[in-house]
């Protein structure tokens, strides 16, 4: 019987979920879901200084907007589900001290009671002498009388991790290959904090172990945790899942993706008007590719193509002209009915949903091949639902051109006689028009589209009016030659 495959995201709840957290946790849903694996969601909430109730939401929030559901952990912010709850780290101090004690019992972990000041001090002579700044050992062969002592001294302690002195840990990563890391270049991590709570390092590994996870994809920036991980694995008697670490992502610039790029945070992108699909099929190749070169993915296609050995080693570059094109496509791609549901919290805001006026599916419709970014949406039909607002160049330019006005007028005569008041008849009589008063196309075409929407760009012209109906078109018509 094969293992199966289990994977997880495990975020601290210490900020939003940015673009490269939301990568590892399609990655490694991607793979649970080819694979007919699990995929989990764990809160590692050890710091208790910087993690929020806030946090956790916006990550949940993150996740769940991205479309990525999750079989076991938090089902808010507070409760979860699934056969190894708590999800919550600091919901499982319990489980962490049994480890701890069996590590210090088997002297595999040890008491340090160094001041933050002595650690700065050995942090500051080792920068001084080049090497790399790892706590020196102090503490590490204290006799049981002298721990005592210090004790009685009232001093407190943390925990740290024996890591062997010689020999070299060796991670065998899905994406690196074997990456070797000298073990006396290695911390004895601080395991349990001087707070009396546990550290990221060791819960990662205990949970990681308890959980029955197959697989560990992450960020790059924790390989050189792993190979730590790996010797507590390694002290508590246990096999080490498989690793995958993802390689950095980079701005435009070649510096790491941060703030300066501009949005980094996955609800940033969401109110920016991106579609989760979009992000989805983006991310995926952030890092990832497959041997076509494929761009466009549905959900399925990508199940059944991601795997960790298309992930590149190499940094990924952001690069938001594709990411826009993209999103372009996929609303292209998405029926008017659903485009509207998406679009929705855009014309709310913007005070369109519901508005009294033509038909929402056929507006929408009407420049569906437009638009980018679901935001644009509102401004680009607002004119149907709202009152004319001139674009000032615009007015003066075409509407106040000679012998605009009475091309209103006569319009506004002529439109009112047009039955149907449709794309083709429309075109017929506004082209009968132009022929009668010996006018060019230009000259009647552009007061009609300033006149009824206040700008010089929109959609094709003859199909907007019929959409507007004769209405409003008639009035807007005379309203504007009544500015003039
Ligand atoms: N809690 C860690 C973080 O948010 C995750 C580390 C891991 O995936 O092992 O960076």
Known sequence: MTTKIRTRFAPSPTGFLHIGGARTTLYNWLYARRH???FILRIEDTDEVRSTDDSVTAI???VKWLGLDWDEGPKDGKTDTGPYSPYFQMQ?????????????????????????????????????????????GKCRAL?????????????????????????????????????????????????WKTTDGPTYNFCCVIDDHLMGMTHVVRGDEHLSNTPSQIQIYYALGWTPPKFAHLSMILGPDGSK????????SVLEYRDQGYLPHTMRNYLALLGWSNTESQQ???????????????????????????LNWMNGEYIRQTPVKELIELAKPFLEKAGLWGAK???????????????????????????????????????????KA???????????????ELTPFEEKPLEARIRQFVTEKGLKNGQVFHPIRVATTGRTEGPTLFLMLEIMGKDMVVSRLKDAAGKL
């Open 92 to 136: 499982r101090v319990p489980v962490y001290r049994k480890y701890l004690d069996q590590l210090v019992a088997e002297g595999k972990a040890y008491r340090c009671y160094c001041t933050k000041d002595e650690l700065d001090e050995f942090r500051r002579v080792a920068q001084l002498e080049k090497r790399p700044p790892r706590y020196p």
């Open 357 to 399: 006026g033509p038909a929402l599916e056929r507006v929408i419709a009407l420049e569906h091949e437009k638009y980018k970014l679901l935001s644009e949406i509102p401004t680009l039909i607002e004119f149907f639902y709202k009152p004319v607002v001139f674009d000032p160049k615009a007015f003066e330019k075409v509407l």
């Open 36 to 38: 007919k694996g699990d």
């Open 60 to 62: 949940l929030d993150s």
């Open 143 to 191: 006799s049981a009388a002298q721990r005592q002592e210090l004790e009685a001294q009232g001093k407190k302690f943390s925990i740290r991790f024996k890591m062997p002195v010689d020999g070299a840990t060796i991670v065998d990563d899905a994406i690196r290959g074997k990456v070797s890391f000298e073990n006396n270049l290695q911390q004895d991590l601080v395991i």
């Open 296 to 322: 466009l993915f549905t959900d399925e296609d990508l199940i059944s193509k991601f795997d960790l050995e298309g992930c590149q080693k190499s940094p990924a570059t952001f690069d938001t002209v594709k």
């Open 402 to 416: 000679p012998g605009a006005k009475d091309v209103l007028l006569g319009l506004a005569d002529a439109l009112q």
């Open 257 to 264: 993706l941060s703030k300066r790029h501009g949005a980094t």
